[in-house]
């Protein structure tokens, strides 16, 4: 039996539990600006700004879920506790929002703990089981991107469809009950796992590590509620998070004896700051692209009204489901011919500007009191960001497990969500900035003045983040070769 065969099911049952994990959490995010201004009475202004902040959060604490995986848990126990707290914040929020506001922002907290302890667990176990080949790493991280995307896609079918004609609750029910389907699938198949793990997972539990991080995760809960409502914290936060992580890696980087491993890790950290401003143009898919749907694009096609919230997970994960096992073949088909990692993320750079590129020539041409047609989003988002997508965002943890050393990959996962909460937050404030600052239900119209204005805003919006990526990919083009010399690759 081939390797290849022989580590098929443990591989589709970490993807199964991912499938549902992301269900949840991008389907969640496809509501919940909606959800904010219907239940909460923000303006799209405040409602993208809370959801920036509740993104960056959730990346932001991924660092702690590598530490406590490494130190404490192990890979899998970590993943499993995660998914219980995602599974219990869902169903907390879908029960809980109507009651009290309080209610909201303590399964936001649930949530962003439980993904904190999830969400770097899977890529970990992944990278056990495939080590450093990395011709079988891209290939298997871009397939494990389709089955987190086949998630995304499912959940951005199901989830706005019901949250209009069903209400919230049940839409929100249906990432918790689809997690404990997950969970429950993983017990009933654990024998197929059961030895992938890293040391402290093949140990017994310590009771004297576990408990004192019990107390920190009640800590944590306290702490990251009060951040929720305070989004000056969270700038203030991220802000150190991120010159504490990147500190220690650059301390690392000193500290590592080995040049050849030294050279890997210092191209590590420039592809790191790339991906952060790849994070701030992804950003605009959840969020300018929303509200511009809503505002600005003509969703009626062949007679049929297309809800806005559905448009960027529809349009984002066809695109990646499509492409992702062409691009995984060819990277196989290319072998070492393939594009290194500076290469892969310069290319996706540019792709990523390109969408905005050409959705800012069709508002040149575009009347503002008018709407665009839906066919240029599909050429946008399914074509040009979805190929950057699995060029950069699906090849950052192969890029972590590759460069970087063993004694660092749970921390080094977590260094990668920590630049994606960087890029987030940075991209929900660009956001922001065009939003509309006055509450009003979802369901109101512009006036002739206000449709001109928001129309015009959006479009240099688009102009800006174009020339921006457009920038970024060419600078990545000048260095591609000279970092690919000191990957050795």
């Known amino acids: 039996m081939s390797q290849e065969k022989f580590f098929r099911k443990p591989f589709f049952v970490l993807c199964f539990l991912e499938f549902f994990e992301r269900f949840g959490y991008y389907g969640f995010n496809y509501i919940s600006i909606y959800f904010y201004i219907s239940n909460l009475g923000f303006s799209e202004a405040e409602a993208t700004t809370l959801m920036g902040g509740f993104a960056a959060l959730t990346y932001v604490f991924n660092a702690v879920g590598g530490y406590v995986a490494d130190n404490v848990l192990g890979i899998k126990r970590t993943m499993f506790s995660g998914a219980t707290l995602l599974c219990a914040g869902y169903a907390t929020l879908a029960i809980g929002s109507p009651i009290s506001h309080s209610f909201v922002y303590a399964a936001l907290t649930m949530i962003i703990l439980g993904s904190c302890l999830f969400k770097p667990a899977p890529t970990n176990l992944i990278a056990s089981i495939y080590g450093h080949d990395k011709k079988q790493l891209d290939s298997t991280y871009t397939l494990f991107y389709m089955s987190i995307n086949m998630g995304s896609f499912c959940s951005s079918l199901l989830l706005p469809v019901i949250a209009k004609n069903m209400g919230y609750t049940y839409a929100l029910l249906l990432c918790s009950v689809g997690l404990l389907s997950g969970m429950i699938y993983n017990v009933i198949n654990y024998g197929s796992i059961r030895n992938i793990d890293n040391k402290v997972g093949h140990e017994k539990v310590n009771f004297k590590k576990v408990i004192p991080f019990v107390f920190s995760l009640l800590a944590g809960f306290i702490f990251v509620m009060t951040m929720l409502q305070n989004d000056e914290y969270i700038n203030i936060l991220l802000t150190v998070a991120s010159v504490v992580i990147f500190s220690i890696f650059i301390s690392q980087i000193f500290i590592e004896k080995d040049k050849a491993q030294r050279n890997k890790m210092i191209v590590a950290i420039i592809l790191l700051l790339y991906a952060v401003v790849f994070f701030v143009i992804y950003q605009q898919k959840n969020t300018s692209f929303m509200l511009f749907n809503k505002h600005h694009v003509n969703l009626n096609v062949l007679g049929w009204d297309i809800n806005p919230q559905t448009v960027p997970g529809l349009l984002g994960t066809a695109g990646i489901i499509i492409l992702s096992p062409i691009f995984a073949k060819m990277y196989r088909k290319l072998g070492d011919n393939d594009l290194s990692l500076p290469h892969k993320f310069a290319v996706g750079l540019t792709l990523s500007s390109c969408a905005y590129g050409l959705l800012y020539v069709v508002c040149l041409t575009t009347d503002p009191l008018g709407k665009i047609s839906f066919a240029w989003e599909i050429l946008s988002i399914s074509v040009f960001f979805a190929s950057s997508e699995l060029l950069i965002s699906a090849l950052g943890v192969s890029l972590m497990a590759q460069l ?86």
């Open 404 to 489: 970087m050393p063993q004694r660092m990959r749970g921390f080094a996962m977590g260094t990668w969500f920590i630049t994606s909460a960087l890029g987030i937050k940075l991209g929900s404030y660009v956001a922001s900035l065009v939003a509309n600052k006055k509450s009003a239900a979802v369901d109101v119209a512009y006036t002739a003045a206000e449709q001109a204005a928001s129309f015009l805003k959006y479009e240099h919006l688009f102009r800006n983040i174009f020339l921006t990526g457009l920038t970024a990919g060419v600078i990545a083009f000048i260095f591609a070769n000279r970092l690919k010399k000191m990957i050795g690759n």
